[in-house]
């Protein structure tokens, strides 16, 4: 039998969550993922955590457990977003656990998603509000990654960074004509940043899919999906389709 800690397991987590002591939890954490030989990286900041990390699965389960049970975060990341998925081969190169100023750069204070954030809604229930023909259906990710892979009937905003999408909103969204938006990106991270700063800008109703992209992919079945092409990921799988499956590996990256 094959050794089921030779599979490379991969987790994308995040969650925002007053993190003050941020800077002093950087070494710990690093050590913690350094001796369950964890690459990848993870971002600290004072709103959160979010991060991308891969290794054996019994490594990873034990850091996940340490996230939301350990003495480290004492309990803070009780609501944390963690997405599990597989890999042929380890897809980072080394560890990286870097502090920022936001786990997600949008640049705009009133943008807090630890205050509020628009309405989660589940990937069963997707399908049913995108095809709703009063709901505006938003793209958040950048134009290279829509490129590769978005859903039916989705407005691609343009941007080359996520940094632009308050400059595409002022310009773009009116709040009286657009009364119902629905955006989505890879994981979430990026729409509850984006739906924090609609809602501060007086969009009454906004809503964003839990989990992302990627876990319409793991739930929803191939024959009821609206999702066309594949979903751009920032390793070196490159891109997932339906099932989480990793991209062909004749295809060609895109540069």
């Not at 009063?134 to 039916?152: I, P, S, W």
Request: proline share 4%; net charge negative; with cysteine.
């Amino acid at each position: 039998m094959s050794d089921p800690n030779s599979v490379t397991k991969v987790a994308a987590f995040y969650q925002f969550a007053a993190l003050p002591d941020y800077r002093e939890l950087r070494q710990p954490l690093r050590a913690f993922c350094d001796g369950l030989k964890l690459k990848g990286s993870v971002l600290l900041a004072q709103e959160g955590i979010n991060g991308t990390l891969a290794g054996a699965p019994g490594a990873i389960d034990a850091l996940a457990h340490e996230l939301v049970h350990g003495d480290m975060f004492g309990g803070r990341l009780n609501n944390l977003e963690l997405k599990f998925s597989a890999a042929e081969a380890m897809p980072f190169g080394r560890l990286k656990v870097r502090l920022k100023k936001e786990i997600v750069t949008l640049g705009d204070a009133a943008a807090d998603p630890t205050r509020q954030v628009g309405t989660y809604v589940d990937a069963s229930e997707w399908n049913a509000l995108i095809s709703a023909p009063d709901t505006l259906l938003l793209d958040t990710r950048n134009a290279f990654e829509v490129a590769m892979g978005t859903f039916e009937g989705a407005v691609d905003p343009g941007i080359g960074s996520f940094g632009q999408f308050k400059d595409f909103a002022a310009e773009r969204l009116d709040p009286a004509t657009h009364r119902r938006i629905a955006m989505f990106c890879t994981g979430g991270i990026r729409c509850e940043k984006a739906s924090a700063h609609l809602l501060a800008r007086g969009f009454a109703e906004v809503y964003h899919l839990k989990g992302g992209i990627l876990k319409y992919l793991e739930e929803v079945p191939e024959a009821q999906s609206r999702w066309r092409g594949e979903c751009f990921v920032f390793d070196e799988r490159v891109a997932l389709g339906h099932g989480l499956r990793e991209r062909n590996k004749d295809a060609t990256r895109d540069e």
